[in-house]
T-cell receptor, first 118, second 114 residues
Framework: ETGVTQSPTHLIKTRGQQVTLRCSSQ?????VSWYQQALGQGPQFIFQ???????GRGNFPPRFSGLQFPNYSSELNVNALELDDSALYLC?????????????????FGPGTRLTVL | AQSVTQLDSQVPVFEEAPVELRCNYS??????LFWYVQYPNQGLQLLLK??????LVESINGFEAEFNKSQTSFHLRKPSVHISDTAEYFC????????????FGAGTRLAVHP
C-alpha cells in the first residue's frame, strides 16, 4: 500500500506567476483535500474533491482551483501568485464510505510542497 | 462554525518527564477530535482520534487524550517523553455528517531536552 505523495518538494515562483502542485492519493482512497500551512500556523482547509467534483471549499479566493482525476490523483492550481501564498501545501487523502464525501475516515497527509513566492 | 485553541505555543520538557498539551474547541454541534504530529520538514501524521465511545483514546507510542465534553477539551498527555517526541503537535476537529474538513489549532511545539 503506497502512501500519499506530492510533487514537487520545493518550488520558487515570482509574484503574478501561476503554479500547479500535484498529489497522488493513497491506494483505495477516493477523496482528496488540500490545506495551506503558513509558517508557524496550523493548516487551513482550501478545498476537497470527491469523485472528481469539488465537495467543499474553505475561505480561499477563486484563483485557487483544483482537479481530481479518475485515478483519484489531484492538482492544486494557484493563479496570480501573491507573496502571502508562500506556504507549505498539504494534500490529504481519505475514503468516503457513504454519500457525497461523508466520511469519518482518517485523512492521510503527504509530505507537502513548500512554495516560496518572491 | 468550529474553532480550536491550543493554549501553549511551546512546551519545553526534560526527557522522561510527563507532558500535557492542551486543546480546547468551540462548536455548536458534536465534533470528531484529532491529534496530528508534524516532524521537521514532514507532513502530518495522525496520532490519535476520538469519534465516539470511550472518552480516553490511546496511540501506539504512549500518548493518550481524553475527550471532556463539559470542558470542551481534548488534552494530549504522555507520562514519559523521549527526545524523539520533539515535534509540532496539532489538535483538529471535524463535523460529523459532513465532508470531513479538518479545522486545526495553531500548534504546540514540544521540545524535549536531555
Amino acid at each position: 500500500e503506497t502512501g500519499v505523495t506530492q510533487s514537487p518538494t520545493h518550488l520558487i515562483k515570482t509574484r503574478g506567476q501561476q503554479v500547479t502542485l500535484r498529489c497522488s492519493s493513497q491506494s483505495g482512497h477516493n477523496t482528496v483535500s488540500w490545506y495551506q500551512q503558513a509558517l508557524g500556523q496550523g493548516p487551513q482547509f482550501i478545498f476537497q474533491y470527491y469523485r472528481e467534483e469539488e465537495n467543499g471549499r474553505g475561505n480561499f479566493p477563486p484563483r485557487f482551483s483544483g482537479l481530481q482525476f479518475p485515478n483519484y490523483s489531484s492538482e492544486l492550481n494557484v493563479n496570480a501568485l501573491e507573496l502571502d501564498d508562500s506556504a507549505l501545501y498539504l494534500c490529504a487523502s481519505s475514503l468516503a464510505a457513504a454519500g457525497k464525501g461523508i466520511s469519518t475516515d482518517t485523512q492521510y497527509f503527504g509530505p507537502g510542497t513548500r512554495l516560496t513566492v518572491l | 462554525a468550529q474553532s480550536v485553541t491550543q493554549l501553549d505555543s511551546q512546551v519545553p520538557v526534560f526527557e522522561e518527564a510527563p507532558v500535557e498539551l492542551r486543546c480546547n474547541y468551540s462548536s455548536s454541534v458534536s465534533v470528531y477530535l484529532f491529534w496530528y504530529v508534524q516532524y521537521p520538514n514532514q507532513g502530518l501524521q495522525l496520532l490519535l482520534k476520538y469519534l465516539s465511545g470511550s472518552t480516553l483514546v490511546e496511540s501506539i507510542n504512549g500518548f493518550e487524550a481524553e475527550f471532556n465534553k463539559s470542558q470542551t477539551s481534548f488534552h494530549l498527555r504522555k507520562p514519559s517523553v523521549h527526545i524523539s517526541d520533539t515535534a509540532e503537535y496539532f489538535c483538529a476537529v471535524s463535523r460529523p455528517g459532513g465532508y470531513n474538513k479538518l479545522i486545526f489549532g495553531a500548534g504546540t511545539r514540544l521540545a524535549v531536552h536531555p
